[in-house]
């Protein structure tokens, strides 16, 4: 007859869940029963909470660099010209323009100027990198243009120019002011070269969300830009934003060849590369040393079915006698284990699916206590500590839990199927 026992059938989740509830002066373990509960939840938690501020920082970081950066960089090694002068840029970049913007999966070229000046304001100065484009490409810009964290009118762009909220803080200024920009490499005279210095109107002041962009970045007009920087006839490079960013190498020879004879690229991925690398590597780590963190609150289910196999001895073999196969008993006590994984797990799930989902009022609420400063946007580059829930983290994090949980279970409870109910009536 016990031959033709189902498996996990109903008695045995009934003897599992009287061992699991029984007091301490009955036998049972509910003490280390629920330092297991607790381990394996906390394990769970801060897995689930570290992959969800893990793919949140990695998710910002990457959006901040598509949203107000170029995907593609396209340049030109140069030429010299009849002056022996090496000349670079485009000199034809409305047409390089065109037939980038031909090529399929391009959405944006924009040619643009850039160099690095001095800015001065209300008393303050600072270095910032100054772009210049037309207005329709800085409005097309999705963390800078329009529709983006600003305030002032992009539609005036033509008539001033546009600053970085750290720009702004730094300098003390705000839309309507004026700021001075002085670059070394100006005027060209009989007597040498002297420093360029014009005041501008500040038109629109943005927040890109990057906190070395807001600080440094600074948009002029084209043409005034071509005149400041002495590039008249002629663009730096083109700007090019494309549909796939994630695929963005494989446009590359493609772009090459559109821009012409001596026309290199720049990918987002050459530019922060070495970060992304380094992020994947730091994320591989922390997912082990997590595991491990696992692995230790499973290792007090051992503890616990080992206690409450050798306080129901006597039980095991009264069981066995009725006519319980070794089986039965085996499931019944892996039942023990796995349940406390089980429901560990799955409280662990929500409190770390709680944390991602609130860590803003949290982030804030730690913040407070510690008297601010918690988080540097000058060190991690972003301004607030982001989380991002992701089903594969999830799913991963609730099966290391659970296939830890249940393969430690097996060594105590095979132990107490294989234990002879003689030797365990023998005393009784």
């Given at each position: 007859?016990?031959?033709?026992?189902?498996?996990?059938a109903?008695f045995?989740?009934?003897?599992?869940?009287?061992?699991?509830?029984?007091?301490?002066?009955?036998?049972?373990?509910?003490?280390?029963?629920?330092?297991s509960?607790?381990?394996?939840?906390?394990a769970?938690?801060?897995?689930?909470?570290?992959?969800?501020?893990r793919?949140?920082?990695?998710?910002?970081f990457?959006?901040t660099?598509?949203?107000?950066?170029?995907?593609?960089?396209?340049y030109s090694?140069?030429?010299?010209a009849?002056t022996?002068?090496l000349?670079?840029?485009?000199?034809?970049?409305?047409?390089?323009?065109?037939r980038?913007?031909q090529?399929?999966?391009?959405?944006?070229?924009?040619?643009?100027?850039?160099g690095?000046?001095?800015?001065?304001g209300r008393?303050a100065?600072?270095?910032?990198e100054v772009?210049?484009?037309?207005?329709?490409?800085?409005?097309?810009?999705?963390r800078?243009g329009?529709g983006?964290?600003?305030?002032?009118?992009?539609?005036r762009?033509?008539?001033?120019i546009?600053i970085?909220?750290?720009?702004?803080?730094?300098?003390?200024?705000?839309?309507?002011?004026?700021?001075r920009?002085?670059?070394p490499?100006?005027?060209k005279?009989?007597?040498?070269?002297?420093?360029?210095?014009?005041?501008?109107?500040?038109?629109?002041?943005?927040?890109?969300?990057?906190?070395?962009?807001?600080r440094t970045r600074?948009?002029?007009?084209l043409?005034?830009?071509?005149?400041y920087?002495?590039?008249?006839?002629?663009?730096?490079?083109?700007?090019?934003?494309v549909?796939?960013?994630?695929r963005?190498?494989?446009l590359?020879?493609?772009l090459?060849?559109?821009?012409?004879?001596?026309?290199?690229?720049w990918?987002?991925?050459?530019?922060?590369g070495a970060?992304?690398?380094?992020?994947d590597?730091?994320?591989?780590?922390?997912?082990?040393?997590?595991?491990?963190?696992?692995?230790?609150?499973?290792?007090?289910?051992?503890s616990?079915?080992?206690?409450?196999?050798?306080?129901?001895?006597r039980?095991?073999g009264?069981?066995?006698?009725?006519?319980?196969?070794?089986?039965?008993?085996?499931r019944?006590?892996f039942?023990?284990?796995?349940?406390?994984?089980?429901?560990g797990?799955a409280?662990?799930?929500?409190?770390?699916c709680?944390?991602?989902?609130?860590?803003?009022?949290?982030?804030?609420?730690?913040?407070?206590?510690?008297?601010g400063?918690v988080?540097?946007?000058s060190?991690?580059?972003?301004y607030?500590?982001?989380?991002?829930?992701?089903?594969q983290d999830?799913?991963s994090?609730?099966a290391?839990?659970?296939?830890?949980?249940?393969?430690v279970?097996?060594?105590?409870?095979?132990?107490?199927?294989?234990?002879?109910?003689v030797?365990?009536?023998?005393?009784?």
């Amino acid at each position: 007859m016990a031959s033709r026992t189902r498996p996990f059938a109903a008695f045995e989740w009934m003897i599992a869940w009287r061992y699991l509830r029984a007091r301490r002066a009955e036998g049972g373990v509910s003490v280390m029963t629920w330092i297991s509960l607790i381990g394996i939840t906390l394990a769970v938690f801060a897995l689930i909470a570290t992959l969800a501020v893990r793919a949140g920082f990695r998710a910002e970081f990457v959006d901040t660099i598509l949203g107000a950066n170029a995907h593609v960089s396209v340049y030109s090694a140069g030429r010299v010209a009849e002056t022996g002068q090496l000349l670079r840029g485009f000199e034809d970049y409305d047409a390089v323009a065109v037939r980038l913007r031909q090529v399929p999966g391009v959405v944006r070229a924009a040619p643009v100027v850039k160099g690095q000046v001095m800015a001065a304001g209300r008393g303050a100065s600072t270095g910032v990198e100054v772009f210049g484009m037309r207005s329709e490409d800085l409005a097309s810009i999705p963390r800078v243009g329009v529709g983006a964290d600003a305030y002032g009118d992009i539609g005036r762009f033509g008539e001033g120019i546009a600053i970085g909220s750290g720009v702004a803080q730094e300098l003390g200024v705000t839309v309507g002011d004026r700021i001075r920009l002085i670059s070394p490499d100006g005027v060209k005279t009989a007597f040498g070269t002297s420093p360029r210095v014009s005041a501008y109107e500040v038109v629109y002041v943005f927040t890109a969300g990057r906190y070395d962009i807001d600080r440094t970045r600074v948009y002029m007009p084209l043409a005034e830009a071509q005149s400041y920087f002495n590039r008249e006839g002629r663009a730096d490079e083109i700007e090019v934003m494309v549909a796939a960013p994630e695929r963005v190498d494989d446009l590359g020879p493609v772009l090459m060849a559109a821009a012409g004879a001596g026309a290199m690229v720049w990918t987002w991925r050459d530019s922060a590369g070495a970060f992304l690398r380094a992020l994947d590597i730091e994320d591989n780590v922390m997912f082990v040393i997590l595991s491990i963190l696992v692995l230790i609150a499973s290792m007090n289910i051992i503890s616990g079915l080992i206690m409450l196999v050798k306080n129901k001895g006597r039980d095991i073999g009264i069981l066995r006698t009725m006519g319980l196969t070794e089986g039965s008993i085996l499931r019944v006590f892996f039942l023990c284990g796995a349940s406390t994984g089980l429901i560990g797990t799955a409280i662990g799930v929500v409190l770390g699916c709680l944390f991602a989902i609130y860590i803003d009022p949290i982030f804030s609420a730690v913040n407070y206590v510690a008297g601010g400063g918690v988080w540097d946007p000058s060190i991690r580059g972003i301004y607030a500590l982001p989380a991002k829930l992701q089903v594969q983290d999830v799913v991963s994090a609730v099966a290391l839990s659970l296939g830890l949980s249940f393969v430690v279970t097996l060594v105590p409870a095979r132990r107490a199927a294989r234990m002879n109910p003689v030797e365990a009536l023998r005393y009784e």
